[in-house]
């Protein structure tokens, strides 16, 4: 038996070692990496307001070769042509996809933010950044140069009326940060002055005026906001539509001149970055921050970041402050002058 026994240990042995070795051989390799190809739908665009939803271009990326596919990083890199992609702007493709489309939305943003001229068009690289790991170095695609025209995405009309004499160089704005023909602001309508127009530009040419249940009309008589206060206007242009809700921030505290029992009104600046200031006069003590004079939704804060229902915010000397409050940052400031 004994015999018997050495020999199977002494086979299983072989067959464990085969089995090893055979595994070895099968053991995947990285390579230093073939680069993929990369090809583009188009090789000139201008762009319009019109293509913001639309496709408007797609790139074809052929694979690159590392040996295996496995935590495959692609990314596609724009730059100015001849600036060698120094500081390119990146967009990472979900692997393993073979493609990446853009909509006009996105693409137009992507070349304004390359700084490029919406006046006249410019040449950009586009290539394919490919990687495996941190350890090994990336493989880049040949180069696709295009040719590009962006258009100004944002866009404003004008809000002539009684609140500010009627000047039509004066009046203040709304803004539309797509370009999309949808405007909208924040107009502060004192008591007494309340009609109003909109305008596509600092002049009376045209403009467009109150065509009856929430509709605009190029031969209306004038709009009005009903009620004096800050007043949200949106303004949709395309289907000639308009409608107008209360909305304002302010400061109440007894560090304010109303103390707690009035607030102080901040000021929507209407530049799409979402920002209300005031110039305040302030005397040590506490303030918070309100909206629409009803502590439904305040905010107080700490060390310049705000907070819903937060702690009061506090000032420890008089002086005249410009006071900010920038709810998309959730951040605040209140800077001495």
């Known amino acids: ?50 293509m913001l939803t639309s496709p408007v271009i797609t790139f074809s990326m052929g694979a690159p070769d590392f040996g295996y596919q496995a935590g495959l990083t692609t990314v596609l890199q724009f730059d100015r042509k001849g600036a060698g992609f120094s500081a390119p702007k990146e967009v990472t493709v979900d692997a393993p996809a073979a493609v990446k489309a853009f909509n006009g939305l996105d693409f137009n943003n992507l070349l304004l933010s390359l700084n490029l001229s919406s006046q006249s068009a410019s040449d950009i690289e586009v290539r394919m950044k490919s990687s495996i790991s941190k350890d090994k170095p990336a493989v880049y695609s040949n180069t696709v140069v295009l040719n590009v025209k962006p258009f100004p995405l944002t866009a404003w009309i004008y809000v002539p009326g009684a609140y500010q004499g009627w000047n039509i160089l004066t009046a203040d704005s709304l803004i539309s940060e797509t370009g999309n023909g949808i405007y909208s602001g ?126 009061n915010i506090s000032v420890t000397a008089a002086g005249s402050y410009t006071i900010t409050f920038d709810l998309t940052n959730n951040a605040y400031s209140l800077i001495k002058n």
Do not use: H
């Open 186 to 311: 924040v107009i502060a309508f004192t008591a007494g002055n309340l009609e109003f127009k909109l305008t596509p530009a600092k002049k009376w040419d045209v403009s467009y005026g109150d065509g009856k249940n929430g509709t605009l009309s190029l031969t209306g008589g004038n709009l009005n906001a009903l009620t004096a206060g800050a007043k949200q206007l949106n303004v949709d242009l395309n289907a000639k539509t308009w409608s107008i809700t209360p909305l304002v921030w302010s400061v109440i505290g007894d560090a304010t001149p109303g103390n707690w029992f009035g607030d102080t009104d901040l000021k929507y600046i209407n530049d799409g970055k979402g920002i209300w200031r005031a110039t305040v006069n302030l005397v040590p003590g506490q303030l918070k921050f309100r909206k629409n004079y009803d502590w439904g939704t305040n905010y107080g804060g700490t060390a310049g970041k705000l907070a819903l229902n937060g702690a």
């Open 1 to 50: 038996m004994k015999p018997l026994l050495i020999k199977s240990m002494a086979l299983g042995l072989l067959l464990l070692s085969l089995w090893s070795c055979k595994k070895d051989e099968n053991k995947t390799i990285a390579t230093a990496g073939t680069p993929g190809s990369l090809k583009a739908s188009v090789s000139s665009l201008v762009l319009d307001k019109s």
